[in-house]
Structure formats: structure tokens, C-alpha cells
């Protein structure tokens, strides 16, 4: 072949692959109770923007973002009715003023070439994607209630304002179910700067990873009640990360380099008091910097446990100050590991409660590490797939429109995506009424989060549970399968339903993955559970049968194995998404996730289980868990009806019996477990946050002025053993920590600045 024809035939061959699938493919999406015509999935430069680094391109962005003229921006409480995905090609993007996002929007570069957002020098506005606007005073959406969103593949660049005037790259005060991923920020290095990469003052997160942050005065400056986050970068920045206040954080595999100071957790409260509740720093390197933690921990400051911290597997090279305290070093640095560092309140037998040294690390099984530390893997894009590689579901004959039964067309579309091919849920809500099979070797990503939804007689009966997504035929199958960005939830009584059912062992070498998939039970359009149906009903134990929404949200069986899930929200909606005022609902779900692997070997990364009726989070019979920060709400309800009732205990589930279990217990016990851990062992825990705010829908039992008495015990080890936990938070719960039937742990004993912390647990 002659060297031309050869670069011809190269040429072709991009030509035809193009940069990105997502830019190639038919979309054809749908957004049932968006209005005709609507369109989910809008290219930027379909709206006039150029992305040739000279055209200012904000107004043709925000075109895309608003098309439709019914998006969810200001004045609106949220909604799921609108979605859009806006896509950015390769290109550099010139800002002159903030985006602004709507509500259910995801923002979506090329991930093979980076688009760049570049502010102008006269760039104005809070952020040049500013998630959440001040409109007003107040945020433009409640912080907590700001679900569905993602950013990814973008590199921020506010170089061209001057290093001396306020500026930030990303403004993202959110909650569950959100993500920041693969972006880069670069900002000025000059030492006047005062740019700030990602600011974050609230919410109730949430996940973010693979960040890298360039210059700046800060990069990220970070208020929020919880937060994984895991692969950032930090280059030149005075300051990596300024923790604003938390309840607890967990940071893992972050490097810093010629940084001033790594990570700030030494923030003031209100009267003298500390804001930061804890943080957790793991698997994380250290260098050329001058201080890698700041603290302002004692044995006198208050609240009593604020400001507790872990470092695990922390690298220093070239650093003098490892851990800095008010009053001096408290840890020196130089060129080391630090295997185990702490300071808080432990519970560890012989020790003494005050923890403030070195600490023994945990010892970590093979089977659930990689290359450095616990075992990750990024959200996988497909990036080196063509268009012609993604089967799409609505081509394939499923409608996604929210009435018709696309049980057997996604049931084609699902076994037709073989041979490395790529099923993609175009946007819609599909409603099926009988089991999905998923088989190893699928993969399946959705776009701008589909919906799939039990419903019917099949999912009725709640002594006959049936799943509605079956991964791997029979428990133990083997293989390997990868869900992304998509929602399981349920149209009308679905009592008898159990969203996912995982059957599927995987190779440690080669887990199956779930990334930023979510289960969403009731308090949408298309649930046939809102404020019509279901509105919440104070001082009645009254059950609507009408209103249960499901069985279990998710479960993983005795011979499967072999899961990582990063980011994974499994909600029993509390509240109206489409409400104008959010108005609360009582919904029904009777299990969040329970785990019977016998093998065990599962990574839960950045995860959260919330309104479950029995339990939150149980595992039984199981071993091998790593968990990061991972979250819980007890149903707002409760103790009205309590958990003894509308679902009956099955024993073969090992199903926690309040009956006999709250025998002379006082308070309210018979509520909903935050975690349960029963017959098992080898729990590698690093941040959980179990809470308890309400007694039917009042939220006075939650304070420390209450007594924090929402509810008598919130997690429970039984016969359980070598189980690891940094980091537990709770609220509500007058117990924070039951072993065997007798509470290890007081609330009161261990105040933290809105939570109780214990920042180590060891059960021996």
C-alpha cells in the first residue's frame, strides 16, 4: 500500500468513528409530559454556538440549555417532567456570563477532546456554570432537594480574568444523585490570585471524581452534609481544599502538588465552636507542599467531637507539616507514609475514648484492592465505540412514552446488544409489567436518566415478590455486566416488587460495575404516587395500600459476587418532585439493599439509601464489604405507622423481627434500621451518615436541645465480627451503635456539630 492511500484509508476510518458516539448516534429521546415537540437531547452547536475560542457562545448555550420554553429555572421547586442533555463538541467555548442549568439537566463534553469553557476578562456572574443561581438572597433551588444532575468532560478555564478579581469555575450546591466528572480547572497562578475552581456552600451530596485542579487561590472550597469524593488533583493551588463546614467527608486517592496547604478542615462556627464535622483521607500523596492538613481539633474545643479527622495511606514527600494544628505542628512531615493518623472520639476495645496519634490501619483483604488502595473504576463513557456499536432502545420498538407496556421490546433490545455492543435507554419512562433478564455481558447506559417502572398485577403481591430487573439468570451466574445513568422505579402499587435482583458473580479482577444508577420510588409524574394519591397523612398510622411502592429496592443474592457501585441513590420519595412547594408524601418501600453474598467482595462508593420501611442498608451472611461515605434517612413517617407493619417478616430474608427485637427497648424502636449487619464479617467502612430528623413529619425530636430522641437505635451488629468504621455519623437516634442487642454508643457522649460522631470503631 502506498503511504497516501494509507493516510487516506486513516482519515476514513476517523471520519467514520467521529469524536464521540454520543455526537453520532439518532437521538430520540422522549419526555411524556413535556409537551410535543420537546426535545431532550440538544448539540450546542445546533443553537449557533461556534466554539472557536473567539465568538462569545453564551447566549447560543443558553438556547440550547432553555429550548422548550417549560424548563425548570427560576421560581421553580424542581421537576423530573423536563430533562436535557447538552452535548459539547471539542472546541473552546468563549463565557461572557454564568450558565445556568435548569433543573434535571446534564452538561455533557466530548470526552476524547475535551470542549473548554473560557471566561472573557469581563466575565461576570458566580461561577461560569453556576448551579444553583442567587436570584435572590436565598439559592434559587432548596440545596437538599436538588437531584438528577451531572457535569462531565470539560475543562474551566478563568485565566483570561485577572488573577486579583473574584472568580469561580463551578458554583454546585446539590444532593444525591448529582456528579462533577473529568473536569479540569485552570486558573491563574499569579500569587494574587483570588480564584476559586468549584465552590460548594450546601446540600446534601453526593459524588464527584476525577477532577484536576490548576492555580488558583483555592481549589475547591467545599460546604456540604456529606460527599465522596475520589481522584482529584490539585497543582499550584495555594490552598487545595478549604472544607467551609460538614458533617463528614470522605476524600480518597487526592494528590497535591506544590501546594501551600493540602486540605483545610479548621474552619470557626458560630461562638467559638468548630463548623467541620469530620473527614476521612485516604489513599492520597502529598508533594512539594507545605502543610497537608490543617485542623483545629482539642480536647477542649467544641462541639466535642468537631473537627475529627482520619488519615489512612497518606503520602508525604518533601513536606514539612503534616498535620497542622492551632496552636503548632501536631504531626511532622518530611519524606513518609503515614499508615494511620487520628483525632476524634474512638470506641475500640482497651483504648481510651479520646483518640489523638497514630493509629493501627485496617488490614485490608486482597480481594478488594487494586493498584492503590481499595479497588476503583471510573464511570465508563464507551469512548472508543462507534455509533454503530450502540443499540438504541426506542430503535428497537420500546416507546418509553409511560403507558405502553415495553416489557418484551426492551427485553429484544437488551439481548440484540451482544458482541461488544452498547445498549442505549434513550430518554423515556418504560413501563414494564414482568421481568427483565439481563445476561452477562450487557452494558447498558441511559441518557439524561430513563426511567424503568414496575407496574401491574406481576409486581403485586407483597407475600410473592418478583423482580423487575433480573442481572444474571440464576444466583451465581458468571460474568460480567455494567449499568450506567439510568433509574429503576415503579408506576402505581408495586407491593410485591423488587427493583433489582443481582444474581451475577464477578471476577475481582474483573467486577461488574452500577454508575449513577438510581432507584426512584413514587413522588414523580408517572408514578401514580404524588400529592394526588399519596399526600402525607399526620398523626395516622393509616396505611394506603395504594401508596406501597415496592418490596425491596435492591437485592444481591447468596452466590453472587463481585460488585463495584459508585454513586447509586435508592430513594422512597419523601416529597412531590413536581409539586410547586414540594409537599411531602407517604410513600412505601419495605427494604433499601440487602446483600446475602456468601462471598462477598463488593465496593459501595458514594452511596445512599433513603425511606425504607425495615431497613436502609442490611447485609447477612457476607464478607469483604469496602463502603465510602454512605447515607441513610429513616422514613419521615415513622413511628406512625411503625415497621411492624404493612410488611410481614420473612425469616428466610432475615428480616429484623421489631416485635421481639424492642422488647424492653424504650422509645421509639420499632423504626427503620439505618444498617444492619447480621452473621457477617471484614466491613471496611470509611464515612456513614445514619439519620433520623422526624417523628411523623416533626423534626423537634432531631435537635440536641431534644435529646436527639427521633427513634431508639439506628444500626445494629449482630454476631457480626471485625467490623471497621471511620467516620459514623448519626442523628436522631439516642443509640448511635448497637452490638448484639446493647448499645455500644451514646448520642450525648459524643456531640458533633449537628451529628454525633465516633471517628473509629473497631468490634473486634
Known amino acids: 500500500m502506498r503511504f497516501s492511500t494509507f493516510l487516506t484509508a486513516v482519515a476514513s476510518l476517523a471520519v467514520g468513528i467521529n469524536a464521540y458516539w454520543l455526537e453520532d448516534v439518532t437521538h430520540q429521546g422522549v419526555a411524556p409530559f413535556a409537551g410535543s415537540g420537546y426535545k431532550v437531547f440538544r448539540n450546542v452547536k445546533d443553537y449557533g454556538a461556534k466554539g472557536d475560542g473567539s465568538t462569545d457562545d453564551t447566549a447560543a448555550i443558553a438556547a440550547a440549555m432553555n429550548d422548550g420554553g417549560n424548563r425548570c429555572l427560576q421560581g421553580c421547586a424542581s421537576t423530573t417532567t423536563t430533562p436535557a442533555v447538552v452535548y459539547f463538541p471539542s472546541g473552546t467555548y468563549v463565557i461572557s456570563k454564568s450558565l445556568m442549568p435548569p433543573y434535571f439537566t446534564q452538561l455533557i463534553g466530548d470526552p476524547t477532546n475535551r470542549p473548554v469553557l473560557k471566561a472573557t476578562s469581563n466575565f461576570a456572574g458566580f461561577g461560569l456554570v453556576d448551579g444553583n443561581p442567587y436570584f435572590t438572597e436565598n439559592l434559587n433551588w432548596v440545596s437538599v432537594n436538588v437531584f438528577y444532575r451531572q457535569m462531565r468532560n470539560f475543562v474551566i478555564d478563568t485565566t483570561a480574568i485577572a488573577p486579583g478579581t473574584a472568580a469561580t469555575g463551578i458554583h454546585w450546591p446539590t444532593s444525591q444523585a448529582t456528579s462533577l466528572i473529568n473536569i479540569e480547572f485552570n486558573m491563574p497562578t499569579d500569587p494574587s490570585t483570588v480564584h476559586v475552581g468549584l465552590f460548594v456552600e450546601s446540600g446534601s451530596g453526593g459524588f464527584m471524581s476525577d477532577l484536576t485542579f490548576n492555580g488558583g487561590a483555592t481549589g475547591a472550597s467545599l460546604g456540604n452534609q456529606q460527599y465522596t469524593m475520589r481522584n482529584l488533583v490539585f497543582n499550584n493551588c495555594q490552598t487545595g481544599i478549604i472544607q467551609l463546614w460538614n458533617w463528614g467527608w470522605t476524600y480518597i486517592n487526592l494528590q497535591f502538588n506544590n501546594v501551600g496547604t493540602g486540605i483545610d478542615i479548621s474552619a470557626p462556627g458560630a461562638d467559638n465552636t468548630l463548623a467541620v464535622g469530620s473527614a476521612i483521607i485516604m489513599d492520597s500523596t502529598f508533594t512539594n507542599s507545605q502543610i497537608a492538613v490543617k485542623t483545629a481539633y482539642t480536647t477542649s474545643t467544641t462541639p466535642d467531637t468537631a473537627g475529627s479527622v482520619i488519615l489512612e495511606n497518606v503520602k508525604l514527600s518533601n513536606v514539612p507539616t503534616a498535620v497542622q494544628g492551632g496552636s503548632g505542628s501536631l504531626l511532622a512531615g518530611g519524606s513518609t507514609t503515614i499508615t494511620g493518623w487520628g483525632q476524634g472520639h474512638q470506641y475500640v476495645s482497651g483504648a481510651n475514648r479520646e483518640l489523638s496519634g497514630n493509629i ?142 443481582w444474581n451475577l458473580a464477578s471476577d475481582v479482577a474483573n467486577p461488574s460495575g452500577m454508575w449513577e444508577v438510581h432507584a426512584r420510588v413514587g413522588g414523580f409524574s408517572g408514578s401514580n404516587m404524588q400529592v394526588a394519591q399519596c399526600v402525607k397523612n399526620v398523626g395516622s398510622a393509616d396505611i394506603n395500600s395504594n401508596c406501597i411502592g415496592a418490596y425491596m429496592l435492591m437485592h444481591v443474592t447468596p452466590k453472587a459476587s463481585g460488585l463495584y457501585m459508585e454513586n447509586t441513590w435508592l430513594w422512597t420519595a419523601d416529597h412531590d418532585i413536581e409539586d410547586a412547594t414540594n409537599t411531602q408524601i407517604t410513600v412505601f418501600s419495605g427494604r433499601g439493599l440487602y446483600i446475602e453474598s456468601t462471598v462477598g467482595n463488593f465496593w459501595l462508593v458514594g452511596t445512599a439509601c433513603e425511606h425504607n420501611h425495615l431497613y436502609n442498608y442490611q447485609f447477612a451472611n457476607t464478607k469483604n464489604i469496602f463502603v465510602s461515605m454512605f447515607q441513610t434517612e429513616t422514613p419521615y413517617y415513622m413511628p406512625l405507622p411503625d415497621a411492624t407493619k404493612p410488611f410481614p417478616v420473612v425469616s428466610s430474608l432475615n428480616d429484623p423481627d421489631f416485635a421481639a427485637s424492642c422488647s424492653g427497648v424504650s422509645g421509639n424502636c420499632a423504626e427503620s434500621w439505618g444498617l444492619r449487619i447480621v452473621d457477617s464479617s471484614d466491613f471496611f467502612i470509611y464515612g456513614a451518615g445514619f439519620y433520623s430528623f422526624f417523628n411523623n413529619y416533626d423534626t423537634s425530636c432531631s435537635t440536641v436541645e431534644a435529646g436527639e430522641n427521633c427513634q431508639s437505635r439506628i444500626v445494629s451488629l449482630e454476631n457480626s465480627s471485625n467490623i471497621n468504621i471511620y467516620g459514623l455519623n448519626t442523628i436522631g437516634s439516642l443509640s448511635m451503635l448497637d452490638k448484639d442487642g446493647t448499645s455500644v454508643a451514646s448520642w450525648k457522649d459524643n456531640v458533633n456539630v449537628y451529628p454525633a460522631n465516633i471517628i473509629m470503631y473497631k468490634s473486634g
Open 360 to 501: 493501627t490501619p485496617n488490614t485490608r483483604p486482597a480481594s478488594l484492592t487494586g493498584s492503590n488502595g481499595f479497588y476503583s473504576r471510573s464511570k465508563p463513557q464507551y469512548n472508543d465505540l462507534a455509533a454503530s456499536n450502540i443499540v438504541s432502545a426506542r430503535a428497537s420498538g420500546a416507546k418509553g412514552d409511560g403507558t405502553t407496556d415495553d416489557t418484551a421490546a426492551l427485553q429484544s433490545a437488551i439481548n440484540s446488544a451482544t458482541g461488544g455492543k452498547v445498549l442505549f435507554l434513550d430518554y423515556g419512562l418504560y413501563k414494564v409489567t414482568g421481568t427483565l433478564s439481563i445476561p452477562a455481558g450487557t452494558k447498558i447506559i441511559g441518557e439524561g436518566y430513563p426511567i424503568i417502572m414496575a407496574s401491574g398485577s406481576f409486581f403485586g403481591d407483597i407475600n410473592n415478590p418478583k423482580p423487575m430487573l433480573q442481572v444474571g439468570a440464576n444466583s451465581g451466574d458468571a460474568g460480567q455486566v455494567e449499568l450506567v445513568d439510568f433509574v429503576v422505579g415503579n408506576s402505581g402499587p408495586a407491593p410485591g416488587a423488587i427493583l433489582i435482583e
